[in-house]
């Protein structure tokens, strides 16, 4: 017992006066509860980053109609595609930048820079008045905006470890949310001149850019949020150098056990062959892949029309949907999912989810034969159900990769995380919208026929990465990063 009281002192963290981290820390030490106000603050930020990567897809079919580069009306989600996937692909050359950038100079700078970036790029992209502008603008939006993989690494060390699932769910439900407000956003303000005619003037500004309301909107979001953040604390501890080795040789000479041996080699781990992490990365990506493309293929088959398989809706309509499916989340995720993960553990209950969508999806061909407000009322459900397995299955590969790494790894794990992550992304949007265009040239085929064809692919991509939840695939952290599969 005296032994081990001898100990204590050295495996206590040593706090410095003038560290960043350490404040937080020794925040975390006094306060027992969970901050409402960091919970907001990585709320306003995730959202700010998350909206314009998902708000253009309702009104993008008509904004590349309006460019008039697509030679037939089914040509025009081919092109939407390559708007869609410049923006993952900027994000995916560049979050690993950003990641270590957050690791060397802290995660404050880069998470101001990123909501910058939005309020700049985005609103020049409702400025767009050709093709190409839309693709670069939307290139250097995502090159330039590496906030997310930063924020959840945050969002880990701002949170004691039994609070850490309610961070990173919060980071995950405001991704949700806004991979869903988003549209619903740019559903309701897009083209405002037809829409609002007493409060639009034809031969207007809003007339000329009738794309720009929507952009102008998020980006303002994002100022705001730009401007909370100069008071933010900072979580990144600034004395990684010489103290910290120094404290890791007293540890050891005074008789540290194999848990502290442990402890150091993994300072210097590398990243790609820490097999827990790596193996989520993969499964997320997959995940990543499949949910872009049902944002994409979601948004471009609900305004098709009827003759093409759509369900012929307005873009009121899709941000209707859009909007219940984003309350339903909120919901969801803050009074549901810290229970349901307690319980089941963050993989079992994502396995569940994943299974469910299968034959969700696949029901979606189906519900557009109904009309009316049977048709409204089912594809609301439908939506809102899907939206919620997928944030399921995202929130828990968030907490794996979270928990598996050392605080200064986590940024830069994050980064990779996201740079995968992104590039599966861009690949989404192209491919979905390109087999959206030929599955709806195929209505008159005996296999699959019209859009039935389209969620067939997306079923495919999800049941690969339900096979990836499994064991022996998806690894599991000992010793120092005990993560619970179930």
Sequence with gaps: ??????????????????????????????????????????????????LPASSLFPFLYFMVRDFNVAKEEADISYYAGYVGSSFMLGRSLTSIFWGMISDRYGRKPVIIIGIIAVVILNTLFGLSTSFWMAVITRFLLGSLNGVLGPVKAYATELFREEHQAIGLSTVSAAWGIGLIIGPALGGYLAQPVEKYPKIFMKDSFFDKFPYFLPCFIISGLALTAAIICIWIPETLHNHSGRNESKDDAEALENGSNEDDKQRTVQK??????????????????????????????FSLWAVSPSKLGGLNFTTDDVGDVLSISGLALFI????????????????????????????LLQSYPFIAMLSGITLYTIISIAS??????????????????????????????????????????????AAGGTILTWSQKRRDASFLPGSQMVFFFLNLVEGLGILLLFKPFLGEKKKTHSVQLH
């Design 1 to 50: 017992m005296e032994e081990d009281h001898m100990k204590e002192p050295l495996l206590e963290k040593q706090y410095f006066k003038d560290c960043p981290g350490c404040k937080v820390e020794q925040a975390k030490e006094l306060n027992q509860g969970v901050s409402i106000t960091n919970l907001l603050i990585i709320w306003m930020v995730v959202l700010s980053a998350t």
């Design 268 to 297: 210097n781990e590398n990243l790609f062959m820490n097999w827990p992490l790596m193996s989520s990365i993969i499964a997320y990506c997959i995940f990543a892949l499949h949910d872009i493309a049902y944002q994409e293929v």
């Design 332 to 359: 969801y995720q803050i009074a549901v999912y810290p229970f349901v993960e307690k319980v089941c553990g963050p993989i079992a209950i994502a396995r569940i989810a994943g299974i469910s969508s299968i034959p």
């Design 384 to 429: 809102m159900l899907k939206n919620v397995m997928a944030v399921t299955i995202t929130t828990g590969l968030f907490l794996i990769q979270n928990r598996v790494v050392e605080q200064h790894q986590r940024g830069a794990a994050n980064g990779i995380s996201m740079t995968a992550m992104s590039f599966f992304k861009a690949i989404g949007p």
